[in-house]
Nanobody, 125 residues
Framework: QVQLVESGGGLVQAGGSLRLSCVAS????????MGWYRQAPGKEREFVAAISRAGGSTYYADSVRGRFTISRDNAKNTVYLQMSILQPEDTAAYYC??????????????????WGQGTQVTVSS
């Protein structure tokens, strides 16, 4: 399995932006579809965005489409989540996810092979 480490979380005011990064190690990240999930206190982990192995296809939850952009740099084994126009309801721990099957990444969190430890994003109003 691939090991994942997220970074880039923090505190931001509503309307602001953050960029999360996830570095993969242990396996070539190009072998994996990648994605981001988030989990707010007392809520289930929910899908945010996913990207195919080569980066040619991307998928988004309706709640973030048009505000968030997922991308990847396979030469750096890194996937990014650019978040803009952040709102208080975006406050959550954000988790990087990886699986060889893109469908699994988009329909998780059950069955996803690898997870990062999470990075906290807090949006103040």
């Amino acid at each position: 399995q691939v090991q994942l480490v997220e970074s880039g979380g923090g505190l931001v005011q509503a309307g602001g932006s953050l960029r999360l990064s996830c570095v993969a190690s242990g396996r070539t990240s190009a072998d994996y579809a990648m994605g981001w999930y988030r989990q707010a206190p007392g809520k289930e982990r929910e899908f945010v965005a996913a990207i195919s192995r080569a980066g040619g296809s991307t998928y988004y939850a309706d709640s973030v489409r048009g505000r968030f952009t997922i991308s990847r740099d396979n030469a750096k084994n890194t996937v990014y989540l650019q978040m803009s126009i952040l709102q208080p309801e975006d406050t959550a721990a954000y988790y990087c996810a990886a699986d060889r099957n893109l469908l699994t990444v988009t329909r998780g969190p059950r069955g996803v092979a690898s997870w990062g430890q999470g990075t906290q994003v807090t949006v103040s109003s």
